[in-house]
């Protein structure tokens, strides 16, 4: 079955949802979309059957790629030249989390003409979206960022790297096509990275100092669904751990408008100075990021492991348990095993201290415990 609900946008959940994509464009008066995405899912037949489908509806789609692994500025005004070229009326933004935020950010750039990052929301930017923007569809190829559902976009500054948050609640798709059954080939290590991610939004949601109930809820069932679903999703892969960890990362992203931590400051400059994976960062450094957050939050912690379903309701008894469920789905739990070296760790944390993240951690953190918590993590 195929399931609607709205919160807030309205999703369209199920297998098989992605080939309503046609008939709701129509629905809407468009013809000439531009589908952005990335260059490996462009180059999958799913994909590519998904574009020859809408052709056979009388759509004329145009296919924008050149999207980097961490999108930067100069992404987004390629992809603005493309919807221009194509005369485009309208953008679906389908993929992981880098073509959601590339696509969102396109779609704030068509109407909102300022240079792209006087939108800063850090620096006061909403305030000049002013404009609309085109008809915004999203369509997930993976269960991990939960962009789909989201209302902002992360994009580094070409050469600083220095990651900027364009926010505004015009941003949010108008609907989801949420079809887990793009998600049944992917393979082992990416599922696992996408995982990891969307258990990453939902735990440190629900650890942010923001008051906000509703997210909280979100975010246990979140943690719940993935504590069920993520090893066999990964190592016995089939539909119903497929549709578990496709919904708990929409989840996630829902959850996390409550704020997110500590681990996200520490994973973002291992993208941006090294060109980590953003999901793989999080699983890496979220044992050692909520190490950090324990004392003085040990009931928060104790109804994480409730959560989990561990047998053991505690904050070391939950990092343990992580710690196993990166080597369970076959990801490292040290830095080192992918490259960081100490004498990364200065400029590492340099970028984590100013970092937009860790403002909501429960606990205040200081350029000196990044320091301390990467040299953990190594």
Request: glycine share 8%; aromatic share 6%.
């Given at each position: 079955?195929?399931?609607?609900?709205?919160?807030?946008?309205?999703?369209?959940?199920?297998?098989?949802?992605?080939?309503?994509?046609?008939?709701?464009?129509?629905?809407?008066?468009?013809?000439?979309?531009?589908?952005?995405?990335?260059?490996?899912?462009?180059?999958?037949?799913?994909?590519?059957?998904?574009?020859?489908?809408?052709?056979?509806?009388?759509?004329?789609?145009?296919?924008?790629?050149?999207?980097?692994?961490?999108?930067?500025?100069?992404?987004?005004?390629?992809?603005?030249?493309?919807?221009?070229?194509?005369?485009?009326?309208?953008?679906?933004?389908?993929?992981?989390?880098?073509?959601?935020?590339?696509?969102?950010?396109?779609?704030?750039?068509?109407?909102?003409?300022?240079?792209?990052?006087?939108?800063?929301?850090?620096?006061?930017?909403?305030?000049?979206?002013?404009?609309?923007?085109?008809?915004?569809?999203?369509?997930?190829?993976?269960?991990?960022?939960?962009?789909?559902?989201?209302?902002?976009?992360?994009?580094?500054?070409?050469?600083?790297?220095?990651?900027?948050?364009?926010?505004?609640?015009?941003?949010?798709?108008?609907?989801?096509?949420?079809?887990?059954?793009?998600?049944?080939?992917?393979?082992?290590?990416v599922t696992a990275a996408t995982g990891m991610d969307a258990l990453t939004h939902n735990i440190e949601a629900y650890l942010a100092k923001n008051y906000h109930p509703m997210a909280d809820g979100i975010a246990l069932q979140g943690i719940r669904m993935i504590s069920q679903s993520l090893e066999d999703a990964?190592?016995?892969?089939?539909?119903?751990p497929r549709h578990q960890m496709m919904l708990a990362s929409l989840m996630g992203a829902v959850a996390f408008q409550k704020g997110l931590g500590v681990v996200h400051s520490m994973a973002h400059p291992l993208s941006s100075l090294l060109d980590m994976h953003h999901g793989l960062a999080n699983a890496i450094?979220?044992?050692?990021?909520?190490?950090?957050?324990?004392?003085?939050?040990?009931?928060?912690?104790?109804?994480?492991?409730?959560?989990?379903?561990?047998?053991?309701?505690?904050?070391?008894?939950?990092?343990?348990?992580?710690?196993?469920?990166?080597?369970?789905?076959?990801?490292?739990?040290?830095?080192?095993?992918?490259?960081?070296?100490?004498?990364?760790?200065?400029?590492?944390?340099?970028?984590?201290?100013?970092?937009?993240?860790?403002?909501?951690?429960?606990?205040?953190?200081?350029?000196?415990?990044?320091?301390?918590?990467?040299?953990?993590?190594?």
């Amino acid at each position: 079955m195929i399931h609607q609900f709205n919160f807030p946008t309205v999703i369209r959940f199920g297998a098989g949802a992605v080939r309503e994509l046609g008939a709701y464009l129509k629905s809407k008066g468009v013809s000439r979309p531009l589908i952005v995405t990335d260059p490996l899912v462009s180059g999958l037949v799913f994909f590519e059957e998904i574009v020859k489908a809408l052709q056979g509806e009388g759509l004329q789609p145009a296919v924008f790629s050149d999207v980097s692994k961490n999108p930067v500025k100069s992404d987004v005004l390629k992809g603005n030249r493309a919807y221009q070229e194509h005369e485009s009326d309208a953008i679906v933004g389908m993929g992981g989390g880098a073509a959601m935020d590339v696509a969102r950010a396109i779609a704030l750039s068509i109407h909102n003409r300022r240079e792209l990052f006087e939108y800063d929301d850090l620096i006061g930017g909403d305030q000049y979206v002013t404009e609309p923007i085109p008809l915004f569809v999203t369509v997930p190829t993976t269960a991990g960022t939960g962009s789909e559902v989201g209302r902002s976009a992360v994009i580094s500054e070409d050469e600083s790297k220095k990651k900027r948050i364009l926010f505004h609640p015009t941003l949010m798709a108008q609907i989801v096509f949420a079809d887990p059954e793009l998600t049944y080939g992917l393979p082992a290590a990416v599922t696992a990275a996408t995982g990891m991610d969307a258990l990453t939004h939902n735990i440190e949601a629900y650890l942010a100092k923001n008051y906000h109930p509703m997210a909280d809820g979100i975010a246990l069932q979140g943690i719940r669904m993935i504590s069920q679903s993520l090893e066999d999703a990964v190592n016995q892969p089939g539909p119903a751990p497929r549709h578990q960890m496709m919904l708990a990362s929409l989840m996630g992203a829902v959850a996390f408008q409550k704020g997110l931590g500590v681990v996200h400051s520490m994973a973002h400059p291992l993208s941006s100075l090294l060109d980590m994976h953003h999901g793989l960062a999080n699983a890496i450094c979220l044992p050692y990021g909520l190490q950090f957050n324990i004392a003085g939050f040990e009931d928060r912690f104790a109804t994480i492991a409730h959560a989990m379903e561990l047998q053991e309701f505690s904050g070391e008894t939950v990092i343990r348990a992580l710690l196993a469920l990166n080597e369970k789905i076959g990801l490292p739990t040290h830095l080192s095993q992918q490259g960081v070296q100490e004498a990364h760790i200065e400029e590492l944390s340099r970028l984590a201290e100013e970092d937009f993240a860790h403002p909501n951690n429960p606990k205040p953190v200081a350029r000196e415990d990044f320091r301390r918590l990467y040299t953990a993590a190594l």
